[in-house]
């Protein structure tokens, strides 16, 4: 049977403000709304803000920069879009997790690691993480990353901690951010040296150290 779900933290969610085109209701529009943030995101995951022109994802697309202009009236609210998409695989993973019943320990290392295969796999991830750290050179409001990553491993681990689950001396707060200081530091040294081909390995490997550490045996 599965385990009672404890109250813990979830991802905020993420709308910023800027200047957008019109948010079309047909299925045509919004079809091609979504293939037009698909190639932007393609885009930016290999050259970065700064390289990727409107004309570019135009010219992937095979449509004018206006049509693309109609949906996105500028780079910044591209790459918002960009990043908006990126954070809005979180809450649907932790819901997925959380389904399947895991206790606390569980369900944190779970989503870790069904995060490194995003990251390895999908193309909007990739991009919204290369957006975050270009965002001193994007002029719009992103997220600060890394906090609600933070603030929802912590309250697992509280819960962890309650079901004696969790090592003495362990404190939560400062494994919370250990765990997710080594999740993005190998994800980026994985996307560094290998593209991200290996970072589901290489988390695997790091994930069965952080875990065993901080496991009460």
């Known amino acids: 049977m599965p385990e009672p779900q404890p109250a813990i933290a979830a991802f905020t969610p993420r709308k910023?403000?800027?200047r957008r085109g019109p948010d079309p209701k047909q299925e045509r529009s919004a079809r091609t709304r979504l293939l037009v943030l698909r190639a932007a995101s393609e885009l930016f995951a290999q050259h970065g803000f700064r390289h990727t022109s409107v004309k570019d994802v135009a010219d992937r697309m095979e449509m004018t920069k206006g049509a693309v202009y109609f949906h996105y009236p500028s780079k910044e609210a591209l790459a918002v879009a960009v990043v908006e998409e990126h954070y809005a695989r979180w809450p649907a993973l932790l819901e997925e997790v959380l389904a399947e019943g895991f206790?606390?320990?569980?369900t944190a290392e779970q989503l870790l690691a069904?995060?490194?295969v995003a990251f390895r796999d999908d193309i909007v991830v990739q991009a919204g993480a290369?957006?975050?750290i270009e965002?001193?050179?994007?002029?719009?409001?992103?997220?600060?990353p890394y906090v609600d990553?933070?603030?929802?491993?912590?309250s697992l681990l509280v819960a962890a901690r309650e079901q004696g689950r969790l090592r003495e001396g362990v404190a939560p707060d400062a494994a919370a951010r250990s765990l997710v200081s080594a999740f993005f530091g190998a994800q980026h040294i994985s996307d560094v040296l290998q593209g991200r081909a290996d970072v589901v390995e290489r988390w695997a490997e790091t994930s069965e150290l952080l875990f065993h550490a901080i496991r009460a045996h």
């Open 114 to 116: 069904r995060t490194a």
């Open 149 to 154: 990553w933070t603030d929802l491993l912590a």
């Open 16 to 18: 910023f403000v800027t």
């Open 103 to 106: 206790g606390p320990l569980e």
């Open 135 to 144: 965002r001193p050179h994007i002029d719009a409001e992103l997220p600060t």
């Open 130 to 132: 290369r957006l975050q």
